[in-house]
């Protein structure tokens, strides 16, 4: 027996040996000139800061695919190719079909009379209800929310100091109004950019509903002054009156039906690229470990500075080449991983989540056999020594992190927890997708800088020593989980919590 283990141990020497050296060269194809090249290539002018959807991103999604094509990785979308691409819809309101119909009286005319602040759209039928008129000063939250409106057409006609901010209306909404009107006194030029405004084409999902949002509208005082009038409210007075405190009117007399209508502009699709290195183990190979980060930003906007194109380096160039570096040292690696990995790069992130939301609801494997995701969103700037992860007390993956990073002292690298729990960063990018479906994540963040959102966020300023030491980790953060004889587990409340939204 002794015999017999000692030259298993022999025969095994060579393995481990050659295993090891393979985690070595992997581990060395990581390199800051690679991460500072990749990132100036999805980062540079020409593609025009990768909104979604725009030429620029669809080039930055070959270019992805491409080099995954070339590391030797397999087409991870549903169709069989690397790119994974999802439906969208540009709308505009339809103002020939939409209306508000006063009980008795004219019909509004939409960009005559009416103007689609937010919300819609409604059904066929519309919304109605009785006009609560509110006047004065919003005040506090709680005066707004004492105001009995649910159920009703509210119309909030205020001027001078009077004027209601967004931030008054929410808790106004909360109160279930059928829709809010805000009566416009200001010349026909302001009229004009307020009917621009609703006018300009918008984006959305094409797979999910609209939520049920109360519409809210602007219209011009002279459209329902009369009506008004009809039940003994004095428009004109109300408007000149400045700084009088908050109150509200029941006009139970009239009537108001808010119809809203879309019309569609265009059907069209923006990009996700997914990836796959299938595993090793002949039963753990239908796992899979998920790296995720997103590709655009926010595309070209009003200059600063006389610039225009904001080339998001950082916000999320870097965690998207982290995701690519990552794949690269991963592609090298021999033997293979137990488990299979998977690399996806999705966008819409800055709309909202659009990419992983739609890629966690249409997988190419069953959501199940994801048992872990690694996000990366913005890892090349601030401290140079430290990266916090967020996440890490939800599930056991802060442990094996934790683990793994004491395992190799020579990256230099310490790991924080979340320091912005008041801004809500868990749910702010991609991984949040993947918990809300059961998938146990970690995510990847050194924190905003005051070039977030700016067009100086520029590849001049990353750091491609530090980025390079963080892809590293990750990189044997991956190879740790992928291996394990157990998968990730949630810790019970944090799965109650956010999972199946129960406490």
Known sequence: MRRIALIGVLLSAPYAVAAQNGVTNAVSSITAEDFIRRVGVIAHDSMLGRDTPSAGLSMTAQYIANEFRRMGLSPGAPNGSFIQEYPLIRERVDIVASSVAIEGGRTLRFGQDVSLLSGGPTDRRGVSGATVVVTGRPGNPQAVADLDVSGAVVLIVASGSNQWSRRDLFPLLRQGPAAVITVNDGSDAEWRSVVDGMNRVSLRTAWRERSANAPSLAVRAQAVERALASQGFDLRSALQSDSSPLSS??????????NVEYETVEETTAPNVVAVLEGSDPTLRDEYIAFSGHMDHVGVRTPVNGDSIFNGADDDASGTIAVVEAAEAFATLNPRPRRSLMFVLVSGEEKGLWGSEYFAEHPPVSIDQIVANLNADMVGRNWK??????GKEHSDLGETLNRVNERHPELGMTVIDDIWPGQRFYFRSDHYNFARKGVPILF????????????????????????????????????DIANADQRPRWYPESYRQIVTGTR
């Not at 990847?444 to 390079?468: C, L, M, Q, W």
Request: glycine fraction near 8%; proline fraction near 2%; charged fraction near 25%.
């Open 249 to 258: 009117q029941r006009l139970a007399g009239l009537t108001l039906t808010i």
């Open 444 to 479: 990847f963040f050194n924190g905003t800088h005051e070039d977030y959102h700016r067009p100086s966020d520029h590849v001049e300023k990353i750091d491609g020593e530090k980025a390079a030491r963080i892809v590293k980790l990750l990189f044997y953060l991956g190879l």
């Open 385 to 390: 020594d430290t990266i916090a992860v967020i």
